[in-house]
Structure formats: structure tokens, C-alpha cells
């Protein structure tokens, strides 16, 4: 299995920033997409942004696009999601999920796309 774990959630003011962070461990991290996924209560679970495993791809929900930004560190097995210009709509719990996909550079999330290991989750909350 691959084990996955988030941090950096956290409570902070409309506009401010906030860096995710998901460690992986127990597979081989580099042969993975990763996405990151948010879910409200009451809400369905909506694709944030995904990053190829070879880290040249990428690709973002329209409601995030141009603030915030997805990325990873295979040396650290660590994938990161930095929001900037935070919005009370973007208060979620945030996943972060792996496919095994090595070789593609078309990311993305859908029926069609299996993200087999999830992480439990960190909150954000965005409020004044």
C-alpha cells in the first residue's frame, strides 16, 4: 500500500495563504499522479488540482486556477497545494489522493481516473 498523509491545515482570514503538505510512504512515490480533492459537509467531493508523476503536468479546478498551485518533491515522496487569496468557499477538508499512473501526462479526476490511496485529511478553514 501507499500511505499518505496531510498537514499544514488550519484556520486563517479571507486572502490569507496556506501550504498543504502530504507525505507518502510505503510505495514507489515517483510512479504516482497526486491530486488533491476537497469535500464540504453536505457537499460532494470536488477535484482541486492534480500533478503527473513525473511532475511536468498539471492541472487545476476552474475556481482555483491562478491561486493556487500544486507541486512535488520525489526526493522528499512529499506533493504540496499552495492556496493564496483564500475565499470562505475554498473552507474544506483537503485530500490528497494517488494514482498509479507513471507514465501519463494528462492528469485529471473523473469516473474514469482511480485514485487508489487517499489520506484522511486536513481542514481549512477560511474565515474572518
Known amino acids: 500500500q501507499l500511505q499518505l498523509v496531510e498537514s499544514g491545515g488550519g484556520l486563517v482570514q479571507p486572502g490569507g495563504s496556506l501550504r498543504l503538505s502530504c507525505v507518502a510512504s510505503?510505495?514507489?512515490?515517483?510512479?504516482?499522479?497526486i491530486g488533491w480533492f476537497r469535500q464540504v459537509p453536505g457537499k460532494a467531493r470536488e477535484g482541486v488540482s492534480c500533478?503527473?508523476?513525473?511532475?511536468?503536468?498539471?492541472k487545476y479546478a476552474d475556481s482555483v486556477k491562478g491561486r493556487f498551485t500544486i507541486s512535488r518533491d520525489d526526493a522528499k515522496t512529499t506533493a504540496y497545494l499552495e492556496m493564496n487569496s483564500l475565499k470562505p468557499e475554498d473552507a474544506a477538508v483537503y485530500y490528497c489522493?494517488?494514482?498509479?499512473?507513471?507514465?501519463?501526462?494528462?492528469?485529471?479526476?473523473?469516473?474514469?481516473?482511480?485514485?487508489?490511496?487517499w489520506g484522511r485529511g486536513t481542514q481549512v478553514t477560511v474565515s474572518s
Open positions: 500533478i503527473s508523476a513525473s511532475g511536468r503536468s498539471t
Open positions: 489522493a494517488a494514482d498509479f499512473a507513471p507514465f501519463t501526462e494528462t492528469p485529471g479526476w473523473g469516473p474514469d481516473v482511480e485514485y487508489e490511496y
Open positions: 510505503g510505495k514507489t512515490f515517483d510512479y504516482y499522479a
